[in-house]
């Protein structure tokens, strides 16, 4: 079955500087990934999917992962933080046919 | 905006009670996803079903219960509530069953006094 573990639980960056969120993944299979986005008191947003294409994902608002088998990671970096980037940021593998599995999520704060 | 609807946005009622919780997917969308969201468990999936059948249970207490309808939309039935099943509750659909993207209403947030 898979899973996934967000390795830090909060991130605190300053406005301009890069972001890093961590994310490692079990699967037994080819799995798809993802990144989600939450806003408070928002529902989730999509960012990005990686679906066995090009390895290097982008997404909306600057945000890009990388997939990386031989490490089962799926990162998510930002060249440049933006207070608006301030959210909970959630990583979800899905072998193909099963369901979802988010991991814990990822408090980013921005600091001005 | 998802697509994905959600009524009602607030819910408060007492403990003991029964509420029900409604979602339409996105159009075209076959599949509907349940979560609970609380600050102690996390995101915590319950239950999906796919047009109209009931395809995968997660973490859902035997309190609640959900169906999907012909035309696709869904409700999760919570009855005999607790000070406990305080939570925010999303819905999620999909095109298909399956490593599909879930879009997310925006969620109702259930408070059991």
């Known amino acids: 079955a898979q899973s996934v573990t967000q390795l830090d639980s909060h991130v605190s960056v300053s406005e301009g500087t890069p972001v890093l969120l961590r994310c490692n993944y079990s699967?037994?299979?080819?799995?798809?990934l993802f990144w989600y986005v939450q806003h408070p008191n928002k529902g989730l947003q999509l960012l990005l999917k990686?679906?066995?294409?090009?390895?290097l994902v982008k997404g909306i608002n600057g945000f890009e992962a990388e997939f990386k088998k031989s490490e089962t990671s799926f990162h998510l970096t930002k060249p440049s933080a933006h207070m608006s980037d301030a959210a909970e940021y959630f990583c979800?593998?899905?072998?193909?046919?099963?369901?979802?599995?988010f991991g814990a999520g990822t408090r980013l704060t921005v600091k001005p | 905006d998802s697509g994905v609807t959600q009524t009602p946005k607030h819910l408060i009622t007492a403990t003991g009670q029964r509420v029900t919780l409604r979602c339409s997917p996105r159009?075209?969308?076959?599949?509907v996803y349940w979560y609970q969201q609380s600050l102690d468990q996390g995101l915590q999936f319950l239950i999906h079903?796919?047009?109209?059948?009931?395809?995968a249970k997660g973490n859902i207490l035997e309190r609640f219960s959900a169906q999907q309808f012909p035309d696709l939309h869904s409700e999760l039935n919570l009855s005999s509530l607790e000070l406990g099943d305080s939570a925010l509750y999303f819905c999620?659909?999909?095109?298909?069953?399956?490593?599909?993207?879930?879009?997310f209403g925006p969620g109702t947030r259930l408070t059991v006094t």
């Open positions: 999620a659909s999909s095109v298909s069953a399956g490593s599909y993207e879930q879009y």
């Open positions: 699967s037994s299979y080819s799995p798809s």
């Open positions: 990686y679906t066995s294409a090009a390895t």
């Open positions: 979800v593998v899905s072998d193909w046919g099963d369901d979802m599995r």
């Open positions: 159009s075209g969308d076959l599949s």
């Open positions: 079903y796919y047009n109209g059948e009931e395809r």
